[in-house]
């Protein structure tokens, strides 16, 4: 078994990719970031890396990180060895590694095996579940319509940016809401629900070999309850599919279950439980603790 250090996103992925696509809804994060990375988005001023871990063509693990944001993990085959691996190397090459994120067997492996190695604290920041979906339920009897947002809606949906961040993903470093939205809408993906005025959004900018992620879905608190999460995110799924995706996914925070709910009944379907586990150093003097489950 071997460790490698991939000196690009394209190196990762021309060793990794393939392997990966075997399960492609279930690492499209993983994939996702990587093509980003290696189509030249930043996602912070250090610089990213890439590992693999396997024998001969034979992939047991792959990880990546953006900092300042988490590992990126995944385990084909649940391999922990593979994973032991990752953190004899990471110990000495990122000491102060904030925290994993994976489908929960292969980010708690990793969190045990952390632990054992760096004087931290462990916790669950965030539960989440990928859904996949391959052909769309659209709701009834919700009005208004889907349309392209538009520049003039970038003033908008940048406020709504920032409050999808301060819900969705508070642990993360915040982003810069303008740059996120205009990202988006250079990719063409972003989308409002429209009823006398945009109530909804909803968005794709990652995408792997045969699908799309749909994420940056938000409503805000004053028209919510009302189903145009729902459309919106049933028109976009619809487009993605109609555009030549075999598939959509989405992740979903276990401590929502109204959009657990909500996702299913458009079509959604669950395929694995996922983690963000948080690391934290360890008070002196203090025992190590077990990670909170």
């Not at 693990?61 to 300042?68: E, V, Y």
């Not at 953190?87 to 708690?108: E, K, M």
Request: glycine fraction near 8%; include cysteine; hydrophobic fraction near 40%.
């Amino acid at each position: 078994m071997e460790l490698t250090i991939h000196p690009s996103a394209a190196a990762f992925l021309s060793s990794a990719e393939g392997p990966l696509l075997r399960e492609e809804a279930l690492h499209n994060l993983i994939l996702g970031i990587a093509a980003q990375v290696r189509d030249g988005h930043a996602f912070g001023d250090e610089a990213p890396y890439f590992l693999t871990v396997g024998l001969g063509r034979e992939l047991f693990a792959a990880a990546i990180r953006t900092p300042p944001f988490p590992l990126i993990l995944a385990s084909p085959g649940g391999h922990r060895g593979a994973i032991e691996a990752l953190v004899d190397h990471l110990a000495t090459a990122d000491p102060h590694l904030p925290g994993v994120n994976g489908p929960l067997p292969a980010a708690t492996a990793f969190t045990d095996l952390w632990q054992k190695r760096r004087a931290v604290r462990a916790h669950i920041a965030m539960r989440t579940r990928i859904y996949e979906l391959r052909s769309v339920v659209p709701p009834a009897g919700v009005p208004g319509t889907m349309r392209p947002a538009r520049e003039e809606d970038l003033p908008l949906l940048a406020d709504w940016a920032s409050a999808f961040h301060a819900e969705a993903a508070p642990h993360d470093p915040p982003p810069d809401p303008q740059a996120m939205v205009e990202r988006f809408l250079e990719s063409g993906t972003l989308v409002v629900w429209d009823h006398q005025g945009p109530v909804s959004m909803a968005g794709s900018s990652r995408r792997s070999a045969r699908g799309a992620t749909v994420s940056l879905v938000y409503t805000p608190p004053v028209c919510r309850g009302r189903g145009y999460a729902s459309a919106c995110v049933a028109a976009l799924s619809q487009l993605l599919l109609d555009r030549g995706c075999a598939f959509c996914t989405l992740y979903t925070d276990l401590a929502n279950p109204t959009s657990n709910e909500i996702y299913r009944r458009i079509g959604y379907r669950p395929l694995a439980d996922c983690a963000v586990y948080r690391f934290e150093p360890e008070p002196r003097g203090e025992p190590l603790a077990p990670p909170r489950r």
